[in-house]
């Protein structure tokens, strides 16, 4: 999905700050627009600033300074109740002394709606997460899972367009996770509603999100499509912390063509696109991801870069191989390869040579 210009979007953040004591910015200047239906996941380390946007979406925070709008009107001063946005956090936050349809029932009752209306859409938002037989339960009578899909009856039970996620699938075992990733996923695509998600789970924001605002320091660091988050890193930051990635320290010899000759510490030379170096006598640091590194002479094209590289483990994970080099002078870098007939068990102390496209390799910011 392409950015979106202000004009047609239905939630914006624009110019704001968050401050707790006058001081230190937790959210530094943040303008975000999302269109209708869009699902936008906030993906950041603890302490990111990624939860704060999303409480202050929610009312539970003030912005300090700037404006925040739902549908082109200002929700600054208007108390969260009276929003409008389904809310969905990581420990469910349900009433125990209520059965599961009393629990959803009970935001209409607040809303002062009639009992039959109440009883028709606590039925639809179960039927929604598929949980139409548990209106009798009490939360303590089921697992995390359905717990979780409780939790999401309610928060689109009064038919909400925006709903808000935080770390919700947190507590869950991983397989469960992975569920109700495709299912959050396929309910919001169903429902066409507007979804703000707040994670530090990368697979979790790779997965779910039409775009993924990184958040470091306050700041959002890169807003793109999955896909681009991952082969497209920005920063050294986005490419550290997006799936696993290698980097090797270097400096700039020269720029042209698109192209950045950089001489990695140990002298070797090779090619590299450069993403956030200008000039020749810039340190950088070259990142590389795993997948994209070859060690087969017959896949090694002509013309590219190779560098010698000693085995120190090989593991064998069914579909893929992992293989844990030393490539000058980091003995930590990785590369993955799929299991294949015609691809080398390698050995560790075995010398091999390695190689890549000049395209995949990013000169970024050392």
């Known amino acids: 999905m392409a950015d979106v210009s ?19 910015l937790v959210v530094k200047d943040l303008n975000l ?15 990111s600033g990624k939860t704060t946007c999303l409480m202050m979406l929610a009312g539970f ?12 009107v200002s929700i600054n001063n208007i108390p969260p109740h009276k929003r409008g946005i389904g809310m969905v956090f ?11 349809a009393e629990n959803l029932s009970f935001p209409l009752e607040v809303r002062k709606m009639g009992k039959s209306e109440r009883e ?26 359905q717990q979780q899909r409780i939790a999401l009856a309610r928060a689109l039970v009064f038919e909400a367009e925006l709903v808000l996620m935080d770390e919700p699938l947190g507590a869950l075992d991983k397989q469960l996770r992975e569920h109700m990733q495709f299912e959050i996923k396929r309910i919001a695509d169903n429902l066409g509603i507007t979804v703000v998600y707040v994670t530090h789970d ?10 993924v605002a ?8 890169q807003l793109a499509p999955p896909d681009k988050l991952y082969e497209e890193p920005e920063n050294s930051f986005v490419a550290q912390f997006i799936g696993e990635n290698n980097t090797l320290e270097g400096t700039v010899k020269e720029i042209a063509n698109g192209k950045a000759l950089v001489e990695l510490d140990d002298g070797e030379l090779i090619d590299c696109k450069p993403i956030n170096v200008s000039k020749p006598g810039e340190r950088t640091r070259v990142s590389i991801r795993p997948e994209r590194v070859e060690y087969n002479k017959e896949r090694l094209q002509e013309g590219v870069h190779t560098l010698k590289a000693e085995v ?20 930590e870098f990785v590369i993955k390869t799929r299991n294949a007939p015609d691809v080398e068990r390698l050995t560790p102390g075995q010398q091999i040579e390695i190689g890549w496209l000049p395209e995949d390799c990013r000169a970024l910011d050392a």
Do not use: C, W
């Open 6 to 24: 202000s004009d047609g979007a239905f939630v914006e953040f624009e110019r704001v700050q968050k401050s707790y004591d006058g001081e230190n």
């Open 33 to 47: 627009a999302l269109p209708k239906g869009e699902f936008l996941t906030m993906l950041g380390p603890s302490g």
């Open 61 to 72: 925070e003030t912005a300090t300074h700037g404006d925040i709008r739902l549908d082109g």
């Open 90 to 100: 990581q420990n469910y936050a349900l009433f125990p002394h209520m059965t599961v």
């Open 120 to 145: 028709e859409k606590v039925k639809r938002a179960l039927d929604m997460v598929q949980m139409g037989a548990f209106g009798g339960r009490r939360p303590a009578q089921m697992s995390g899972g």
């Open 202 to 211: 990368q697979t979790e924001a790779l997965t779910m999100s039409d775009r």
């Open 214 to 221: 990184v958040f470091d320091d306050g700041r959002i660091q």
């Open 312 to 331: 120190m483990e090989f593991i064998y994970m069914g579909d893929i191989f992992r293989t844990r080099l030393k490539v000058a002078g980091n003995d």
